[in-house]
């Protein structure tokens, strides 16, 4: 759309051509009889009569100002401004035309940013196969599967857990040997661990995690305490969080064989 400043013309006081310098006349030595005109420009020494007048057309080819005639606020093909008018283009703080205003065409809906959702995820906590006198130790196995549509990302989707660890060895060859950890703090866990290769376009997402203490004595009374929590953000909303398991614990105590508490566990 456009609008049309119209520039309103000149007053006819502010609109002062300028003609031609008159022509001198000769002075006559005697007034003629009964002619004012030549008694008054034998005076003056100027023939005001004789001043030539231009019509418009020929002052506005010299350059001067003509008031617009009707056509002159017509626009050119290139939108130029020939006649006193003034075409300003719809700037982008002008506003959309309304659907139903006549010329316009209907407001576009903005295309929806995509964003990360999770399809399924579960956490499984079990007693390490590698489980021995030497080594005392869980399981943690992580599926996930992000959604992917038009709405949803698998990309945008990243995993994080968080967790801590207690170790005292409280009799045996290794008595004395403690390490603490705590509080919950990030791992250092992503979908750069997938076991499988997934990429992060992928749907799926699999990894594991096997805490506990190895280098062990069978005779080494251990009191172990592992805890974690697992979390699904969303990397295109500041990281928020839209899936969590846990926190949960699991505890490895005594000597071979040990106990393990908090174990099987599905989340």
């Known amino acids: 759309m456009r609008t049309f400043v119209h520039k309103a013309p000149q007053t ?18 005697k007034a003629i009889p009964g002619d004012t005109a030549s008694s008054e420009a034998a005076r003056w020494g100027y023939d005001f009569s004789r001043i030539p007048i ?15 005639s009707a056509k002159d606020k017509s626009l050119d093909a290139n939108g130029d401004d020939d006649g006193g008018i003034v075409v300003h283009d719809q700037s982008p703080d002008a506003g959309t035309p309304d659907a139903g205003t006549k010329g316009g065409a209907a407001p576009v809906a903005p295309v929806a940013a995509k964003k990360a959702g999770v399809q399924s995820f579960e956490v499984k906590w079990t007693e390490n196969p590698a489980m021995s006198a030497t080594n005392a130790r869980v399981r943690l196995d992580y599926t996930v599967k992000f959604k992917k549509d038009a709405a949803f990302d698998p990309a945008l989707a990243e995993f994080r857990q ?21 509080p919950l703090h990030d791992d ?4 750069a661990d997938d076991t499988a290769g997934n990429a992060k376009t992928d749907t799926n997402f699999v990894c594991n995690d096997n805490p506990g203490a190895s280098g062990l004595d069978k005779d080494d009374v251990l009191d172990y305490s592992f805890t974690a929590e697992q979390m699904i953000i969303d990397t295109s909303d500041a990281n928020k969080q839209i899936e969590k398991k ?6 490895i105590k005594g000597k071979h064989l040990r106990t ?8």
């Open 12 to 29: 006819a006081e502010a609109f002062h051509p300028v003609h031609r310098q008159p022509r001198m006349l000769q002075t006559h030595d």
């Open 260 to 267: 393990v508490t908090g174990v099987p566990k599905t989340f």
């Open 54 to 68: 231009y019509p418009r057309a020929e002052i506005a080819e010299a350059g001067h100002y003509a008031p617009p």
């Open 188 to 191: 250092n866990y992503s979908r």
């Open 246 to 251: 846990g926190p949960h614990t699991v505890t």
């Open 162 to 182: 968080n967790a801590f660890h207690k170790l005292e060895v409280t009799a045996g060859p290794h008595k004395g040997l403690k390490d603490d950890n705590s």
